[in-house]
């Protein structure tokens, strides 16, 4: 749930409160529902959500437990905290989501393929929890998404997509190509990829259904049309398949791509964890989507180059 707000109203709601050490269920009670609310702690005292009607209600209807407890909680909406910038406060909550969705990447990681599904929709309802508190959009969620997408697919479906003919390129030119938004390393790779070998004059787009922009091409987003992930391919390696991409330098640059993207240390290679690591940086310095991928380009680029 992306935060957006009236500049008119105060950016940030703190919640301070006082319980007796005796209740300790209750406080142990207290804390568990403000971390299901997505809110930061603070160094010195109380904790913080974004101001929003939802979460002013979640925050008054605590503090009203608490006071039934015999304890004493305020709600307070604050302009800015003097040592704690918005811009600040704003890495403190993706860094907490980030820890979130790292947490079932390592779960997802784990599951051995074919083992029951219940696993999967508990993991489902977790990440719609996350997707809930992530005011200010962690650019790991479309990774995991993608990544639990991938684990909820039926296999007969993999297989059937490595069956596509092989796309003609004088199809593909002078297009526009959309994606979703905040892209990450499998996108603004896939991007270059289209650009060097594919389409020299792609225009790119964000979105989250190509069907609303007239003849855009959608890759890595969550619809059946289009390019994405394939099996146990990520979108490039699905568009180096679909148009017959054979140089060499671009085949080790869809191992690492696919080893980033996917963390399953297919090809054991590591390069593209630290590529990876360089794009979610930009992303959390509130950089739009096309610099990102400008950016990600440039990056991919610089690598391609950089081999022999």
């Known amino acids: 749930m992306a935060i957006s707000r009236d500049e008119n109203k105060p950016a940030w709601l703190l919640f301070v409160f006082s319980l007796s050490a005796k209740k300790a269920s209750h406080r142990v009670e207290i804390w568990r529902l403000l971390k299901r609310y997505g809110s930061v702690a603070l160094p010195s005292?109380?904790?913080?959500?974004?101001?929003?009607?939802?979460?002013?209600?979640?925050?008054?209807w605590l503090a009203a437990s608490i006071r039934k407890y015999r304890g004493e909680a305020s709600v307070i909406h604050v302009e800015s905290i003097d040592n704690l910038p918005s811009k600040a406060l704003a890495e403190l909550f993706l860094e907490a989501r980030t820890k979130d969705y790292e947490a079932i990447v390592l779960e997802l990681k784990r599951r051995k393929p074919g083992s029951s599904s219940s696993p999967l929709r508990r993991i489902r309802h977790r990440l719609?929890?996350?997707?809930a508190i992530?005011?200010?959009n962690s650019p790991l969620r479309s990774r995991v998404e993608q990544l639990l997408a991938n684990a909820e697919a039926p296999r007969d479906a993999d297989a059937a997509g490595g069956k596509r003919m092989s796309r003609q390129k004088k199809e593909?030119?002078?297009?526009?190509?959309?994606?979703?938004p905040r892209p990450g390393i499998d996108r603004v790779s896939s991007a270059w990829l289209i650009l060097r070998f594919i389409d020299s004059q792609a225009r790119f787009t964000f979105g989250t259904n190509s069907a609303r922009v007239s003849g855009a091409v959608a890759f890595d987003m969550f619809q059946a049309d289009g390019f994405g992930h394939r099996g146990d391919d990520c979108t490039f390696e699905t568009l180096c398949k679909e148009f017959q991409v054979s140089d060499p330098k671009v085949k080790v640059i869809s191992q690492i791509i696919h080893d980033a993207d996917l963390?399953?240390?297919?090809?054991?290679?590591?390069?593209?964890?630290a590529l990876d690591r360089v794009l979610i940086g930009w992303?959390?310095?509130?950089?739009?989507?096309?610099?990102?991928l400008h950016r990600?380009?440039?990056?991919?680029?610089?690598?391609?180059?950089?081999m022999r």
Request: no cysteine.
């Open 45 to 60: 005292s109380g904790y913080v959500l974004p101001s929003t009607p939802q979460n002013l209600e979640r925050f008054e």
């Open 128 to 131: 719609e929890e996350i997707v």
């Open 283 to 292: 992303a959390q310095q509130d950089l739009s989507d096309e610099e990102l």
């Open 172 to 180: 593909f030119q002078k297009r526009i190509w959309m994606t979703r």
């Open 263 to 273: 963390g399953d240390e297919k090809f054991g290679r590591s390069e593209g964890m």
């Open 296 to 306: 990600g380009i440039e990056l991919i680029e610089g690598l391609y180059r950089s």
């Open 134 to 136: 992530d005011f200010f």
